[in-house]
């Protein structure tokens, strides 16, 4: 079918004679910008304050905003700042690059407005933004006395270790949860965080309850009162009790709840401990889940701790006869022939739920119920009646593997936060012998479990070169490593060695 083609006429503009698309005005754009400024009335430069050590900009009146440099965050406080920008309609924005140090942002704005009868005119004008450094009252607090806090959020775990704060200081790097703390103070049983402002506290309590079980108490204590205008000057304290239950721990679950629970256990291993505890019946793979506020309202403890692993040979392994996957982490069970190494002319056959990584003759870390001072009535009535396992087995144990690299670096290393020891005992509330043994302990739990590592970040050890005994050790039944795949490269800038950073980025 034959279409005629249509076509869009010209007309002369009126200024200038030239041949173009007829509008309302009857201009073309170079006369109509000539004659009609849109931008005219706009805000082409304004100044804002920011803080050079928090790195925050005052949104007036008294609000302080944390945004990076070209940020998205950045632009839209910038074009916040603008006045009478609702005049005209903001079709784009985009940053103009300027020299860090220049103390100056560009942003280039495109506006549009209706000008002469009804015609629409685009048009992009800069906006110089001259920044001014101004210290936030936290800030220039911290300076005038950096010992001066408004809350402090004591944080505690009433157990013999302090696994579950290393564990918890690497999802507090992660996070940068602990960004705005002033000070950070290592004490016995737990760590005290300082933050100069009240809301600073009350988020990093939001942050903790939802990583790890815990309760709190707030208290406020009045330190100055202003009569002329009723103004009160507090200092807040969080006091902040994580779970007891750790990773690992044998737990005799109270009637209550494990009817609760669906009858579960009642003797069941600790799993996991997240914002919930998992727990997991050895004997039957039936597992569970506690959130904190189910926990606190029983507030049972641990039967058995990591503290009293006892070290058993395995000389027989039956095949698996159930498989079952929680959260990600695998279990078979099945029946195995153990012994103490302490004792190895006893042998008893036992469940486990470690079928699937156990062979015959292996090492692994257990309980031994029988054997073990357990101070629960409950429990005892039922090991005295012989409902009890002779032993509860809890991980592989590696140690024979492990001798061969003792004194070689690890192939990852992990961040610490800046954090002063406790002074106040004379040095007696933290044993840095202890510390450094349990932190051994740690790192061994991250190498030999992927999921308790998924959630933090681990970092390439420069001292660490890989020979063809530890490559052949990975590759056959050594002991298990973290993969070279996971490790973040650390930058490191400096102006003596860019070249170094240039080199680790390309890594």
């Known amino acids: ?139 220039s607090r911290f300076q005038a006395n950096p010992d001066q806090w408004v809350a402090s959020v004591q944080l505690r775990q009433h157990v013999s270790h302090r696994r579950s704060f290393f564990y918890l200081e690497q999802l507090i790097l992660r996070h940068d949860a602990a960004s705005r703390a002033v000070r950070i103070k290592q004490v016995h049983q737990g760590i005290d965080f300082f933050f100069g402002n009240k809301r600073h506290a009350d988020s990093f309590v939001d942050f903790l309850s939802k990583v790890v079980p815990i309760e709190y108490r707030q208290d406020k204590q009045l330190v100055s009162h202003d009569v002329k205008s009723s103004l009160y000057n507090y200092k807040y304290t969080y006091s902040v009790k994580i779970c007891p239950i750790c990773r690992e721990d044998l737990i005799f679950l109270p009637s209550k709840v494990a009817i609760g629970l669906g009858n579960l256990g009642p003797l069941v291993v600790c799993t996991k401990v997240s914002d919930n505890i998992t727990l997991l019946d050895p004997r039957t793979l039936r597992c569970a889940f506690l959130d904190a506020s189910q926990y606190w309202r029983s507030g049972f403890r641990s039967a058995l701790t990591s503290r009293q692993l006892v070290k058993y040979s ?15 982490q695998k279990y078979a069970l099945s029946y ?32 031994d119920i029988y054997g073990a001072n357990v101070n629960d009535d409950e429990m005892e009535k039922y ?17 024979k593997e492990r001798e061969r690299k003792k004194g070689k670096p690890r192939a990852f290393t992990t961040k610490k936060l800046p954090m002063e020891m406790d002074e106040s005992r004379g040095g007696r509330g933290v044993d840095p012998g202890k510390m450094e043994n349990e932190y051994e302990e740690f790192l061994r739990d991250l190498e030999e479990n992927p999921e308790l590592r998924f959630n933090i970040s681990l970092y390439k050890n420069k001292d ?44």
């Open 1 to 139: 079918m034959f279409k005629v083609q249509q076509t869009i006429g010209s007309v002369l503009c009126c200024k200038c004679g030239v041949p173009m698309p007829p509008n309302a005005a009857n201009m073309c754009v170079n006369c109509l910008r000539s004659e009609v400024d849109i931008t005219e009335g706009l805000q082409k430069s304004i100044q804002i304050f920011y803080c050079p050590e928090c790195g925050c900009y005052l949104q007036p009146p008294k609000t302080w905003i944390k945004a990076q440099w070209e940020s998205r965050d950045l632009l839209s406080f910038c074009i916040k700042r603008l006045k009478n920008l609702n005049k005209v309609r903001l079709k784009n924005a985009e940053f103009v690059w300027t020299e860090p140090h220049s103390k100056r942002i560009k942003v280039k704005l495109t506006v549009q407005a209706e000008v002469l009868n009804g015609a629409v005119l685009e048009q992009s004008y800069p906006v110089e933004y001259t920044v001014r450094d101004n210290l936030c009252e936290s800030c």
């Open 314 to 328: 395995v000389f027989y392994v039956e095949p698996p006869v159930g498989e079952t996957t929680v959260g990600g």
């Open 336 to 367: 195995v022939q153990i012994a103490r190494e302490s004792d190895t002319g006893n042998l008893f056959c036992v469940q486990t739920h470690l079928g699937h990584i156990l062979k015959t003759g292996d090492q692994a870390l257990g309980y």
């Open 383 to 399: 090991r005295l009646h012989g409902r009890l396992p002779e032993a509860i087995l809890i991980k592989k144990c590696y140690d």
């Open 464 to 507: 660490y070169q890989e020979s063809d005994e530890t490559a052949s050790m990975t590759d056959g039944e050594g002991a298990p490593t973290v993969p070279i795949e996971e490790l973040l490269a650390e930058l490191e800038l400096s102006e003596e060695g860019e070249g170094d950073g240039e080199d680790d980025m390309d890594e």
